[in-house]
């Protein structure tokens, strides 16, 4: 198992398309991938997991990955959330 | 009901007699779910119905992939992902393997569930997201092929009842099988315009109580002049129609082929008719309907459409086109004007009183960024063409002076940058609240020019919310009060030389126009499909008999008299105008 802490650094926070990127990034990876914010859990390749996360910018988030591209997977996501902020700015 | 009469605002001039094709209805019920299965029967119809809806949806997403907007394709883009959320299809299988339920039930059932989930989210984006998911379980619902609710249109002649339709659904439509639109919601949602527009079909929308009042295949006449929807017309009525659905159609033609004659009365005065138009894809209405250049563009759409804040950049090309296509004639930008009916996507508070709260420059004074970035862009596109600048919900005379001052620190920016700009544009306020017409006078000295949008100003003054069924009979732009506001502000404006235009919807009312000549306003703004019958009205006018029918309009007590008076003297000039006009009885 592979895990890291980020940040939501994007205005919006995760509404409905920054949630199907993450969606879609995480379904490219054989692992198992989830999301966990306040101790909820909740599985990255589902678009009704994500949402309901409900997540803000500023609030922290922990990705974490179990499987054979546990790394890339955790990474590509933090990436995402945290340099690429959804391509939003 | 036989013959129930609604009304609701225009926004494409034709007529059409049909049947009430209802649009998504309310709640699909199952009457009776026809067998249920085994289990593995019940999971087999779910997949089924799964695949053909994803192959639905890849097919709209690759459709839609042409419009200019990327929101629609968005919009699909989560409801396949819906389609093939693992918590989901895990959810409807449990349902179906340990509870025994059908897989419609389980549909159902899970959609209710969901329903409280997303209703808990306190993030209001977010929680409209369920509005997604009840579209992708209608679609699974509906390819089960078990509901009894027809969803497919079938024949001609069918007139689509809805309570709103977004660019998605619009634009799902078979052209061929839609002769007219009517939704309940929506003002100036201008899509549905340009769609029936471009299909030349006619649309009424902001039709209260619609809903209520129609089942699917009930006859139903829709027109687009008036804005009159008339439900289950009885034969008389019906007769009534047809016959100005024809004489409609032959006018509108007569109409078209004298655009681009210019709108000068029979003595020789002279006004600008210019086109209210919103998207990109409005563009080619300008020339088609004959309007001298842009005198509204509002820009809510830029913003309303994308989930992030559009950047400079994006709008500046927007900006340049439109300058690019009126050239040489000019086109006026409004500003941001959010608030109010509009809903802005991002996280603000509500507000008990939107309509008078945080909208339009009150928003952008204190939103510097947002501001400051449409600005630029403006400034910057006024370097390829005619550009002027237009501030919306303006209520004092600070408020002009401060978006000067901004103007011009910008202008510093941009000169020390290098980008070229026209340093004399023009910038006007929009008279929308009483407030600037009895100061028009001081706003004056602020401002290059006026421009009354007459939907706001008629709201203010009367207080009422035309949204409102309850009260929204007692809205009319031709209210004596409202033309008094106007002459008020058009004798002002004109004293300090400068110019005014009206871009509400009373622009667009053919039994408005003598009093707006008689006002002397220098410019109107309209829909661009209703210019080629005002410019006719206007040719056929003198200011000098204007004049009298304003004077003596504005000593009547109502707007109902002004009405009835206004048309009966637009009559005896032009008979023609008979059918157009005509109207029924509430």
């Known amino acids: ?78 990436e995402l959330i945290e340099k690429r902020k959804f391509d939003e700015e | 009901m036989k013959n129930r009469v609604i009304r609701g605002i225009p ?131 509906k390819n089960l092929g078990e509901d009894e609710i027809e969803m497919e249109l079938k024949g001609h002649n069918n007139i689509v009842v809805a309570e709103r339709l977004s ?49 699917s295949g009930d006859e139903i006449i829709v027109d687009g002049i008036s804005g009159i929807v008339v439900v289950n017309p009885d034969e008389n009525t019906k007769r009534t129609f047809e016959q100005k659905e024809k004489e409609a159609e032959r006018i509108q033609k007569e109409f078209l082929k004298h655009k681009d004659l210019p709108a000068t009365t029979i003595d020789g005065y002279s006004i600008d008719i210019c086109a209210n138009i919103e998207l990109p894809m409005e563009l080619g209405f300008i020339k088609k309907y004959g309007a001298k250049g842009v005198g509204l563009l509002r820009t809510e759409f830029l913003y309303l459409t994308s989930e992030s804040i559009p950047d400079e950049d994006e709008q500046y090309r927007f900006y340049s086109e439109i300058a690019r296509v009126c050239s040489p004639d000019y086109a006026i930008i409004r500003t941001l004007d959010l608030g109010g009916d509009k809903v802005f996507k991002t996280k603000t508070k509500e507000e008990a009183n939107p309509f008078l709260g945080w909208r339009g420059i009150r928003f952008s004074i204190s939103n510097n960024e947002i501001f400051r970035t449409q600005l630029r862009a403006i400034l910057k596109a006024s370097s390829k063409g005619n550009i002027r600048l237009l501030i919306p919900m303006v209520s004092q005379v600070e408020e002009m002076i401060e978006v000067r001052k901004i103007v011009k620190d910008i202008m510093k920016e941009l000169k020390k940058e290098g980008h070229p700009f026209d340093e004399n ?97 220098d410019e109107l703004s309209l829909p661009p499909s209703f210019i080629p019958q005002v410019k006719n009205v206007i040719r056929g006018l003198s200011l000098k008999e204007a004049r009298e029918l304003l004077t003596q309009a504005e000593k009547m007590r109502s707007a109902t008299e002004v009405r009835e008076f206004l048309k009966g003297e637009l009559l005896k000039r032009f008979p023609s105008l008979k059918n157009i006009l005509l109207e029924v009885e509430k």
């Open chain 2, 11 to 141: 926004v494409s001039p034709s007529i059409a007699i049909g049947k009430v094709f209802l649009y998504s209805p309310k709640d699909i019920t199952f009457k009776r779910i026809k067998k249920k299965g085994s289990v593995d029967e019940e999971i087999c119809k779910f997949e089924k119905s799964r695949r053909k809806s994803l192959r639905q949806l890849r097919a709209l997403k690759s459709e839609l992939k042409k419009l200019p907007t990327k929101e629609p394709v968005r919009l699909i883009d989560i409801q396949i992902l819906f389609l093939q959320d693992p918590l989901l299809l895990n959810s409807v299988e449990k349902r179906i393997r340990n509870n025994k339920e059908a897989a419609a039930e389980a549909i159902l059932n899970l959609l209710e569930s969901l329903k409280r989930d997303f209703q808990e989210i306190p993030d209001s984006y977010i929680s409209e997201r369920y509005l997604d998911v009840k579209d992708v379980g209608d679609r699974l619902l």
């Open chain 1, 1 to 78: 198992m592979y895990q890291k802490k980020t940040k939501i650094k994007n205005s919006l926070g995760i509404h409905a398309r920054p949630a199907s990127m993450i969606v879609k990034l995480a379904s490219k990876f054989e692992s198992k991938v989830e999301l966990e914010k306040d101790n909820i859990d909740v599985n990255a390749k589902s678009i009704m997991g994500v949402l309901m996360l409900a997540s803000e910018k500023g609030q922290e988030i922990v990705v974490r990955a179990c499987g054979e591209d546990e790394k890339e997977a955790v990474k590509a996501i933090v």
């Open chain 2, 425 to 521: 544009i023009e910038i006007g306020a929009m008279v929308e609240v009483p407030s600037v017409c009895l100061l028009a006078d001081h706003f004056a000295k602020v401002v290059d020019f006026f421009s009354i949008g007459t939907n706001d100003l008629t709201q203010y003054t009367l207080a009422v919310d035309r949204g409102n069924k309850r009260v929204s009979g007692l809205y009319d732009h031709l209210d004596p009060s409202v033309l008094k506001l106007m002459r008020v502000t058009v004798e002002h404006a004109h004293h300090n030389n400068k110019w005014v235009g009206v871009c509400g919807g009373i622009a667009a009312d053919i039994v408005a126009v003598p009093v707006l000549i008689g006002l002397e306003v």
């Open chain 2, 167 to 215: 660019p998605t659904e619009t634009a799902q439509m078979s052209v061929d099988k839609v002769s007219g639109i009517v939704t309940e919601r929506g003002g100036k949602t201008s899509h549905i315009a340009i769609i029936a527009e471009a299909l030349n079909i006619p649309a009424v929308v902001g039709v209260n109580g619609l809903l209520n009042e129609t089942e």
